[in-house]
Structures are given as C-alpha cells and as structure tokens.
C-alpha cells in the first residue's frame, strides 16, 4: 500500500530588511503523513523555506551579492543617501557650491559671472548698458555707481541727475520733518517706517496698523508711534507674514517639554503619559502610577505596586481567582469559562439570546390570554346583573337580548341565532355586594 501525505502552507513573513541585498523572508510548510493500511502511523514535520525580499539599491544603485554599488553621489547601505559635495572644502568652486541630488554646481556671487574656462569674472554693468545711468557710471567688482557731473545731483532713484540739489535751495524743503530727497528734479519729504506723510506732504505722522483690518486677524492690536503690537494670546502666535494670528503647535516646535507624549490642542498642548503612568503636578512629567492607592483597590487583599504595574497576593490559605485580583480559598475558586477555537463562546451568547426572545414571546402570549378572560368573566357578570333578558354569547363577544327565550333559553343561544343589540349601561359590580343582596 502507498503512503498518503498532505499539507499546509503558511504565510511570509514580512521581510528583514526594507532594503539592501541581505533582506530575506520565511514560511513554515507543514506535511503530514496519513496513516494507511499496512499499519504505518501517521506522521507530521515541519520545516521552514527562506527567500530573498527587498533586494533594492535606489537612485540607480547596483545590487551585488554582499553590497550595493552606488553611483557617483550617493552613499549608504542602500545608497539611499545624497552625498553633500558642497561640506567638503565648497565643493572646489570659487565663489558658491549649490548642492543637488547625485551632485553639485557652482555659481557665482551677483554682479559675477562663469566664463568659459569655470572661473566667476566680474560683469561690467557700465559698459553692457545695465547700469541705465543717466550721465556717469563707474563699475567695480560685483556692482556699479551711477554719478552727475557738478552742480548736478543724482536723484534719489540712484540714476537720474537733478540740475541741482532743491533740498538745499527750495525753502519749502526746509518744510519737511523728517527727510528730505531729490525726485524727478525738484525734492520730496520722505518718512520713516511707521509713519506717513500728512495732507500737506510735509509732515510725517503715526501710521495707525491697527486702523487696518487685514493686520493682527485673531489677536489684540496695540497701536504706538511709529509701530504697532499684535498680542495673540497664549499658545497663538503670528504667521510668517507677520499680520495674522494661528494657533502655535507646541508639539512639532519642541516647546512642550512633555517628557512623553504631546498632543497638540488649538491655543495649547496636552502631555500624555502611557498605561501605567501619571501625569506630574508640573503638568509635564510622567510618573509611575500607584495602582494600589486607588479607591477602590484593584486587589481584594495584598496589592504591591510595580513599575508601569501593580501584583496582588493572597493569604496562605487563599489564591488568586481567573481576575488575577480575587482572592478565594484554594480549590474554591470558580475557574473561568473555556472557550475553544471557532468561538463557541458566539455560539452561547447567541443560543442565550434566542432563549431570552422565546420567554418574552411567551409572556407577551400569556398576559393577552389572562387579559381577554378577564374581560369576558367581566362581561358575564355585566349580564347577569341586567337581569334575565340580557346574556353573553362567548363565541360572538356580544352582549345579546334574547326574544322570549327567558333565562331557562341561555344555553340553546347559538352565534348563528338572530339576536337584538342593546346598549347596556355599565355598572359597578362586585360578588360580595350580590351576595348581600341576596341575603
């Protein structure tokens, strides 16, 4: 007789390494024997098959059987690194190394320019016509200077020439009160920041930021001579255009000094401790929990704090229940229920659950019987006080008037008999009270 085998496969793991060319995974193969006729038992091994994963050099590395051979800039055990040219002694360019992925570029300050052979060499702006100026130029290395020949002046645009200086020879320049320039041949009062120039153009006076609506959105502006404060509040600060109030995320800015945990909140930040810890009374610190301080304690007897934990102990006599909290006297102790794999513990609750809807159902039946009798004794009972013309048919739920029938006729009355209808008054009745009656 032959053997019969059979056998299962399990997953891949995830893989070692996420890159590089040692990256490898593993998976258990399971074959089992059947047992046959001849009487051989059956059997099980397992044994583990390796494969290679992840076996990936970026940025166009090689993968060789012990490294990756990166390419020329990149560096690293996946060649996942860029290589700064430009940290090592500026990259051998003259002037300014740019860094780029894989490589490097030189360029030169303004005013400079590379030439044909790599090297930066000065522009002369005088003689390209950059300049613009209006009657003379002197160009120096990296830049230029436009001038004017006496008694001309050069205006405050740094190119063109005024006949001459009207700061000094109108009157009306002395009228200024902060500065004074050349413009467009003749003069002009200028003002410092923060300030503006009145109706008149002379004098300078406080510009009101505040007055603006579009600076300090959010916050409290203060306006003062010259400038203006912008008061966000705690945890709020301005942006980068320095006119709007956001919310200051503490967290990514390492502000918080949270020893553990920070959550960033709007106008704020919260520290957060993890399981077994408590926050410190600066706010800031964790520190381990006493579990066994709490009321009530989470031990019946014996609680010992631990680190990030707490144990409970028993009494010689007593042991620790399934709840690893309980004691109870050994042998005593009410083991927890076992559940075996494919969740029969589902299937309890569930038989549990139908057990529950049944008994309701039958309450529900039971409660409408009991109702519906009672209604009908009360019915009969309406009858018989009425006096002998009046009965109840308990298969047609009516109250009837019989047509010289007389009490002896109540039981030949049938529901396929032709009966009267009568409105019967209703009346409060009891037994006890017919009985007195009688008597």
């Not at 800039?73 to 003259?94: H, K």
Request: hydrophobic share 25%; charged share 20%; glycine share 10%.
């Amino acid at each position: 007789y032959g053997r019969m085998c059979t056998g299962s496969v399990g997953e891949w793991s995830s893989c070692t390494e996420v890159c590089g060319v040692t990256g490898t995974k593993e998976r258990t193969r399971t074959i089992q024997i059947l047992p046959t006729a001849d009487g051989i038992q059956c059997s099980t091994f397992d044994f583990k098959e390796v494969d290679a994963c992840n076996r990936i050099c970026y940025y166009g590395g090689s993968v060789t059987d012990t490294k990756c051979d990166c390419r020329i800039g990149y560096a690293g055990s996946c060649c996942e690194l860029d290589i700064d040219e430009c940290a090592n002694a500026n990259g051998g360019c003259q002037q300014k190394c740019e860094n780029t992925l894989g490589s490097f570029k030189c360029r030169c300050w303004d005013g400079f320019q590379i030439n044909q052979f790599g090297v930066c060499e000065d522009i002369n702006e005088c003689t390209s016509g950059e300049a613009g100026c209006a009657k003379l130029c002197m160009n120096f290395a990296g830049g230029y200077s436009c001038g004017c020949t006496p008694p001309s002046i050069l205006e405050m645009d740094g190119k063109s020439c005024a006949e001459e200086n009207y700061c000094l020879t109108n009157p009306d320049a002395f009228n200024c009160s902060h500065h004074c320039v050349i413009h467009k041949n003749s003069f002009q009062c200028e003002c410092p920041g923060g300030y503006v120039l009145d109706k008149n153009a002379y004098q300078c006076i406080d510009l009101d930021e505040c007055a603006n609506n579009n600076f300090c959105m959010g916050g409290s502006c203060m306006n003062s001579n010259g400038t203006a404060f912008c008061e966000c509040g705690i945890g709020r600060g301005l942006d980068s255009d320095g006119v709007k109030c956001i919310d200051v995320d503490e967290c990514q800015a390492g502000l918080s000094q949270c020893s553990h945990t920070c959550e960033n909140v709007n106008a704020g930040h919260v520290c957060l401790c993890p399981a077994g810890m408590v926050i410190g009374r600066d706010h800031k610190t964790c520190e381990d929990e006493n579990e066994c301080v709490r009321d009530p304690s989470p031990c019946s007897h014996t609680c010992t704090n631990l680190h990030l934990s707490f144990s409970c102990m028993c009494p010689e006599d007593m042991e620790l229940e399934s709840d690893q909290s309980t004691c109870c006297e050994i042998g005593k102790c009410i083991a927890p229920l076992k559940t075996e794999k494919g969740g029969s513990s589902n299937w309890i609750i569930a038989l549990s659950s139908v057990a529950v809807v049944i008994v309701l159902v039958l309450v529900v039946i039971v409660w409408r019987t009991l109702r519906r009798t009672i209604r009908s004794n009360e019915k009969v009972i309406r009858a018989i006080q009425q006096g002998p013309d009046v009965y109840y048919n308990k298969n047609t739920d009516m109250e009837l008037e019989t047509r010289g029938l007389g009490l002896a006729g109540t039981s030949r009355a049938e529901p396929y008999q032709t009966f009267q209808r009568r409105n019967v008054p209703s009346q409060s009745f009891s037994v006890d009270d017919e009985q007195e009656k009688d008597i």
